[in-house]
Nanobody, 121 residues
């Protein structure tokens, strides 16, 4: 089962977007949901993660204070509220699931189709 990210779009710098991640990819051992992004010609980059049951959040320094990760247990949806967007936030954003919540793409599974976020100056 793969996760599906949605909610991307094209915005001006300073504006906001809210991404959603749906799908039932979590196994009984998965404790974390994470957001990553990949810009053209660059490696995948960790953005944020949330420990599902406790709601404990962790962010990359590049988005701390601007992005907020959250989840809805009833619908098993994970969100990424992105505020004060910058041109360097332009990338394809993906969500994925993990048992131990590392910061590398290899720590996560059930990658699905991402959603494009484009921020113009």
């Amino acid at each position: 089962v793969q996760l599906q990210a949605s909610g991307g779009g094209s915005v001006q710098a300073g504006e906001s977007l809210k991404l959603s991640c749906t799908g039932s990819a979590q196994t009984t051992s998965d404790n974390f949901m994470g957001w990553f992004r990949q810009a053209p010609g660059k490696e995948g980059e960790f953005v944020a993660r949330i420990k599902w049951r406790e709601g404990i959040k962790y962010y990359a320094d590049s988005v701390k204070g601007r992005f907020i990760i959250s989840r809805d247990g009833a619908t098993k949806t994970t969100y990424l509220q992105m505020n004060s967007l910058k041109p360097e936030d332009t990338a394809v954003y993906y969500c994925a699931s993990s048992a131990w919540g590392g910061l590398a793409t290899g720590d996560y599974h059930s990658w699905g189709q991402g959603t494009q976020v484009t921020v113009s100056s």
